[in-house]
């Protein structure tokens, strides 16, 4: 067959890929309408369709993890059912939901209706917030605090210093001072620290009196206790103790050091923290569960 000349394939191009766009989209729409998933969104608060999308999950990372069908759809709930309005995926909105819960506004106190409005208020603004790698839905809301920090780590950035406005810090030897936060939050980072035990020991550090560490991990129902996958040697190198795996891909994205099991509220109790778990607990069918991680008075 003769090949199209290129400059057809450049004016087509353009269009095929918008109606490919399109037609996910629409889909994506038709899926929201035909589950009922439209919900009030708890980070913007617009009601939306939330879109489901399995394709998040890549055939290479469920078959490296072992997952099931049920699990992946599972996870793929997890990391996609995002708000069409705001882009929050549905751990993001269950963050913001226990957020809402624990820091309730106005007088007399009460639950306000999304993060978004929540922060629109004078209670939160007096807190000590920082949220350690950006939550897509709960970012945006938090940026309105006064007093909230938002830190990303960059290896090749100094720690405690600013690259492009964005402050760099090491979860596992932060440069805060002691008892400095009210509240940090995480998402899905844990399980790419090298050091777990120094980064829950840090977060402790850093937490004021009270103060609470609001995160989610991917773990997996069935498993009852958290192993490391890989380790970072003594020379800096990252030697593995059993299948590598990255996140999203499987084979590319982050280095997974911890695979978290059922035991974790165990291990936060071990490191002083007084613990809930919200949402809980992980099933086949409810991976996204949310832990609150506090320090005592
Ligand atoms: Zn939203």
New binding site residues.
Partial sequence: MPRPPRWLKRLLLPAWNGGHRFTRRAVDYLDALRLRRFER?A????F?PMLYRRRIIPPRLAELWGLSPRLVEAFARKESCA?A????NLRA?RIARVVLDLYPVGDPPALARSLSSWAEHPEPHQLRAVEVNRID?VHECLTKLPRFIFSDFREDVQRGTYAHGVRNEDLCSMTFPDSSFDLILTSETLEHVPDLAAALADVRRVLAPGGRHVFTVPLLPGVDRTFARSVVDADGKLRHLTTPICHPGGDVGYPVFTEFGSDLPDLLRLMGYEVEVHFGPATEDDVAQVFVARKPD
Avoid: I, K, Q, Y
């Avoid at 980070?43 to 617009?46: D, L, M």
């Fill in positions: 969104c980070c913007c608060g617009a939306a708000c309005a705001c882009g929050a909105r839905g």
